[in-house]
């Protein structure tokens, strides 16, 4: 194995760094839910989880329309929905509303469903990340929210700035790495406020073709 991988050195010249895989514990701070047909969420005691997300958001299904984030298709070209579920962290929360000059982000004025505490850099968690909940819901990662105009639109009108234009273009720019992550839902079940998550971080890696 040892020669195998001198050999692919040679070929493609420095060999990426290999992180190994581990596990860090958090909390579930706070849940909350589209079923009014609006992009914002409400707060909730408990979600229940199906293979197509939460039954009955604005964000559930097996399949979404393609929009402005994936350009190489025709906007509205049905895809596999890897967004069911938007999750932020309270103190990546806090970086942001310090960044636009207002008190707080509340999770639900940015269409999150949950926020969860505990687990340091949480919108730096790879994609392939494992979320494993107490009750037994499982959610894989599939990277991070990418910020924009519609949230931070929402965000401002919720926090009665002034100038909601502006505030909404900050946004992008400010919560730019700490928008928190999109996920799906590879094991359904209910999750509930409260409980214990676990992230399994996979071996990471970065590819140096």
Same mark, same amino acid.
């Given at each position: 194995?040892?020669?195998?991988?001198?050999?692919?050195?040679?070929?493609?010249?420095?060999?990426?760094?290999?992180?190994?895989?581990?596990?860090?514990?958090?909390?579930?701070?706070?849940?909350?839910?589209?079923?009014?047909?609006?992009?914002?969420?409400?707060?909730?005691?408990?979600?229940?989880?199906?293979?197509?997300?939460?039954?009955?958001?604005?964000?559930?299904?097996?399949?979404?329309?393609?929009?402005?984030?994936?350009?190489?298709?025709?906007?509205?070209?049905?895809?596999?929905?890897?967004?069911?579920?938007?999750?932020?962290?309270?103190?990546?929360?806090?970086?942001?509303?310090?960044?636009?000059?207002? !008190?707080?982000?509340?999770?639900?004025?940015?269409?999150?469903?949950?926020?969860?505490?505990?687990?340091?850099?949480?919108?730096?968690?790879?994609?392939?990340?494992?979320?494993?909940?107490?009750?037994?819901?499982?959610?894989?990662?599939?990277?991070?929210?990418?910020?924009?105009?519609?949230?931070?639109?929402?965000?401002?009108?919720? !926090?009665?700035? !002034?100038?909601?234009?502006?505030?909404?273009?900050?946004?992008?720019?400010?919560?730019?790495?700490?928008?928190?992550?999109?996920?799906?839902?590879?094991?359904?079940?209910?999750?509930?406020?409260?409980?214990?998550?676990?992230?399994?971080?996979?071996?990471?890696?970065?590819?140096?073709?």
């Amino acid at each position: 194995m040892t020669d195998l991988l001198s050999q692919l050195e040679d070929n493609v010249g420095k060999m990426p760094e290999i992180v190994p895989g581990r596990r860090i514990s958090g909390n579930v701070a706070g849940l909350f839910d589209a079923l009014h047909g609006h992009f914002g969420t409400r707060a909730a005691d408990e979600l229940e989880l199906s293979f197509e997300g939460i039954r009955g958001d604005y964000h559930a299904g097996l399949t979404r329309k393609s929009g402005g984030r994936e350009p190489w298709y025709p906007r509205g070209t049905e895809m596999r929905n890897e967004r069911q579920l938007s999750l932020v962290a309270p103190d990546e929360l806090a970086v942001i509303a310090g960044g636009l000059g207002i !008190a707080e982000v509340k999770p639900e004025w940015i269409g999150a469903n949950m926020n969860i505490e505990g687990i340091p850099l949480f919108s730096m968690l790879p994609p392939r990340t494992l979320l494993f909940f107490e009750g037994g819901v499982t959610l894989r990662v599939d990277g991070q929210n990418a910020p924009c105009k519609i949230a931070g639109t929402a965000l401002a009108e919720n !926090a009665g700035v !002034a100038d909601v234009a502006g505030t909404a273009l900050d946004f992008v720019r400010v919560s730019k790495r700490l928008r928190g992550l999109v996920a799906w839902v590879e094991k359904p079940g209910t999750v509930k406020v409260g409980e214990k998550v676990e992230a399994k971080i996979p071996e990471q890696w970065i590819y140096p073709g």
